[in-house]
Nanobody, 121 residues
Framework: QVQLVESGGGLVQPGGSLRLSCAAS????????MNWYRQAPGKERELVAG???????TYADSVKGRFTISRDNAKNTVSLQMNSLKPEDTAVYYC???????????????WGQGTQVTVSS
C-alpha cells in the first residue's frame, strides 16, 4: 500500500508565506513525478507545480516567481514553498505522485488527502 500525507497548511495573511510538505510511504520502488495541485471552491482542480526525478520543474503561470517546488528523493518527500501569497491562492492543496511499487515499473498515480490553505486578512 502507498500513502501520501500532506502537512503545513493553514491561515496566512496576504503577502505571507507557507511551506507545504508531502511524504510518500509504503511499498515504493521508484517515483517519477511528484506534483502539487489545488482546488478552490467551485473551481476545477489545477496543477500548481510539478517536479520529475531529474529535478525538472514546471509551474502554473499564476505562481511562477512566488512558489518553489523541491523534492528529497532519499526521503520520498516533496515540498512547496509558497511566498507572497494572495487571497486567490486559497484552496485545498493536494500532493500527487506517479510511482511504481516494484521492479515491474507499473506506474500509478496516488493522491494525498489534501491540506487547506487560506490567505486572508
Amino acid at each position: 500500500q502507498v500513502q501520501l500525507v500532506e502537512s503545513g497548511g493553514g491561515l496566512v495573511q496576504p503577502g505571507g508565506s507557507l511551506r507545504l510538505s508531502c511524504a510518500a510511504s509504503g511499498r515504493i520502488f521508484s517515483i517519477n513525478a511528484m506534483n502539487w495541485y489545488r482546488q478552490a471552491p467551485g473551481k476545477e482542480r489545477e496543477l500548481v507545480a510539478g517536479i520529475r526525478s531529474r529535478a525538472y520543474t514546471t509551474y502554473a503561470d499564476s505562481v511562477k516567481g512566488r512558489f518553489t517546488i523541491s523534492r528529497d528523493n532519499a526521503k520520498n518527500t516533496v515540498s512547496l514553498q509558497m511566498n507572497s501569497l494572495k487571497p486567490e491562492d486559497t484552496a485545498v492543496y493536494y500532493c500527487n505522485a506517479n510511482l511504481a511499487s516494484d521492479a515491474r515499473l507499473r506506474y500509478q498515480v496516488y493522491w494525498g488527502q489534501g491540506t487547506q490553505v487560506t490567505v486572508s486578512s
